[in-house]
């Protein structure tokens, strides 16, 4: 039985390619390439399994990208039910700078999914959380699926008592924020987009937090890449600052965190273990070339260089937070 179900409705082939320095507007030769299977809910599901969980991937995949991405999930023995489509499960572009150690990710948007689609996949999905604890619906939400689509699916899993984790951006993440899941895991730009203001002190940020929990999540874990997080949870505020490790690709990091998150509270470990794992296995993460995840031994010999610091919000919102 599968606890954890990852949902990955607009999955894609992670092409990486390494260069000096992106030279815009002229010819620029590619160092080394990779592909690895992505998708937010992949990417989740991927560094569960490497962990020794057993999650169920489900979603859409389409086309021979789609059946490369399923043939690695049989590889690395992840259980998996997408509903397979005509349509060519997409390509992200990932342009790692090695000379500016910067990585620039050129997302398609996705190929349109039909009704007949949707159906498909709320069956797989209904089936799915059934006798799930867990269910993650991360990323993006690929053209012709309505914007409150992760609403409906909250909804659904709500009622089954299934714990929701969601990761997304813009309308996805703002209409799912509305129907109330367990938790969410925005970077600071997504939680800018979210609340529309620029986020520039602790006091935007922990006033920004409030309102989703406001709203019903019961964890905010706000991501801010090399400077580490904050996790707002239960009137505390714990910030904690991410370990110095050579980055090669951040891509998948934020991934690393959610499948760290879900981990850490499926087996019922500490807060603050917790938190250490989940930035701990994000910034080991961020230390691997392309999409891929540390070991469970490389995330831990990680985990004494997160340092925490815990505030109480109540107290540091005062007045404003009431
Ligand atoms: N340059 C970095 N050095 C160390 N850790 C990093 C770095 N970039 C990202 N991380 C780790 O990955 C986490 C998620 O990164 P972030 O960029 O905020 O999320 P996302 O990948 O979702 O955009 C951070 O909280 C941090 O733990
Ligand atoms: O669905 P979106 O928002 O386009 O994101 C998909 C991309 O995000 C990733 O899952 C990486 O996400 P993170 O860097 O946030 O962990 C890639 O594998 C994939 O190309």
New binding site residues.
């Given amino acids: 039985m599968c606890k954890i179900v990852t949902v990955t409705l ?1 999955p ?1 082939v ?1 092409k990486t390619i390494h260069l000096p320095r992106l030279r815009p507007g002229d010819l620029n030769r590619a160092g080394r390439v990779r592909r ?1 299977p ?3 809910g ?2 989740v599901a991927r560094a569960l399994k490497q962990w020794g969980e057993n999650p169920l991937a489900i979603g859409w995949a389409g086309g021979y990208p789609g059946r490369w991405i399923l043939e690695r999930l049989e590889e690395w023995g992840i259980e998996h039910r997408f509903v397979e489509l005509e349509a060519e499960t997409r390509t ?1 572009l ?1 342009i790692v700078e090695e000379e500016a150690d910067r990585v620039t ?1 050129i ?1 398609e948007p996705g190929n349109p999914i039909d009704e007949e689609a949707i159906k498909r996949f709320l069956k797989v999905y209904d089936a799915a959380i059934e006798r799930a604890e867990i269910a993650v619906l ?3 939400l690929p053209p012709g699926v309505p914007s409150d689509f992760y609403g409906t699916l909250i909804d659904r899993a709500k009622r089954r008592a299934v714990k929701v984790y969601l ?3 813009g309308a996805a993440l703002s209409e799912g924020i509305r129907r109330g899941p367990y938790a969410v895991k925005p ?1 600071l730009a997504e939680l800018e987009r979210h609340v529309g203001r620029p986020l520039n002190d602790e006091d935007d940020r922990f006033m920004a937090a409030k309102g989703l929990l406001d709203r019903g999540v019961r964890l905010v874990a706000l991501s801010m890449g090399g400077e580490g997080a904050w996790f707002f949870t239960d009137g505390k505020a714990i910030r904690a600052q991410a370990p110095r490790v050579s980055v090669s690709s ?8 959610v499948a760290a998150l879900v981990m850490g509270q499926l087996r019922k470990w500490p807060l603050d273990e917790v938190i250490r794992f989940v930035v701990a296995a994000a910034s080991a ?1 961020a230390s691997k070339e392309g ?1 891929q995840f540390a070991t469970l031994e490389e995330t831990r010999s990680l985990m004494d260089q997160v340092k925490l610091s815990c505030r109480s919000m109540i107290s540091c919102l005062g007045e404003r937070g009431q």
């Fill in positions: 607009n894609a992670d690895d992505g998708g937010k992949i990417n992200n990932k990710d997302n991360s990323g993006s990761d997304a951006d970077n951040t891509v998948g990091a934020g991934d690393a965190m993460a999409t």
